[in-house]
């Protein structure tokens, strides 16, 4: 079982540029989730879909950052343009129905 | 919106001392309860879960936890911590409405076990 896999597992980039965080969900999920973890805040939920539909977007921070799940197996992250504030680990975890969820190793996301 | 709440931000221990761990939620319908681990450097594992039945679960590494479903509660304990449970942990609850499955993490708790 190769569990939830993220990528890249570290990213530093310059303010202003584009970043995309990726996530394959474990085959079979109908729920992935989409969580940024910071010292100050702790694990914020960002967004989370249901068969491949956003269902509560309420955690998105602002207009800059935004979620697609394409097809069952992938999910991206987007924050265009990124700042230095946006500097956390990302977290992509799947879930199938009231199951427990699955957490990935984590996108660690530096901003310049 | 439903909430967990977890009563210590950071808790420190000496090995062996016992380890208890408070969580409350507030939603009032049927949930499903978990505790996740978060290692240094390292993303959430789980540690144990409820969804029905006995409320005293137990989990993997000794731990327990009970559910009381009254107090809205889902403690965890350990009778005898060690120097390698330094972590996070974090309650969650689970529960279904009208819009579908929700899941809620408190805000963790943070163990320091001292050698």
């Known amino acids: 079982d190769a569990g939830v896999i993220q990528s890249p597992r570290h990213e530093v980039t310059e303010m202003g540029q584009e970043v995309t965080l990726r996530c394959k969900p474990i085959?079979?999920?109908?729920?992935l989730f989409w969580y940024r973890q910071t010292m100050m805040r702790g694990l914020e939920l960002l967004i989370y879909?249901?068969?491949?539909?956003?269902?509560?977007d309420s955690g998105m921070p602002e207009d800059r950052f935004s979620a697609k799940m394409p097809n069952a197996s992938f999910s991206t992250l987007k924050i265009q343009p990124s700042e230095p504030r946006d500097s956390a680990v990302y977290f992509c975890?799947?879930?199938?129905?009231?199951?427990?969820?699955?957490f990935g190793d984590g996108t660690r996301l530096s901003i310049l | 919106a439903q909430s967990v709440s977890q009563h210590n931000h950071h808790v420190i221990l000496s090995e062996a001392a016992s380890l208890e761990l408070g969580c409350n939620y507030s939603?009032?319908?049927?949930?499903?309860l978990f505790w996740y681990v978060q290692y240094p450097g390292q993303h959430l594992q789980l540690l144990l879960k409820?969804?029905?039945?006995?409320?005293l679960v137990k989990g993997i590494k000794g731990f327990e936890a009970e559910f009381i479903k009254s107090k809205f509660s889902f403690n965890l304990r350990k009778p005898s911590v060690q120097w390698s449970d330094t972590a996070e942990y974090f309650c969650a609850v689970n529960y279904r409405d009208n819009y579908g499955q929700n899941f809620v993490f408190g805000p963790g708790t943070r163990l320091s076990v001292l050698p």
């Open positions: 939603y009032g319908g049927t949930v499903n």
């Open positions: 975890a799947s879930s199938f129905l009231d199951q427990p969820q699955h």
């Open positions: 879909f249901n068969n491949n539909v956003p269902i509560d």
């Open positions: 409820y969804f029905s039945g006995d409320p």
């Open positions: 085959s079979g999920h109908n729920s």
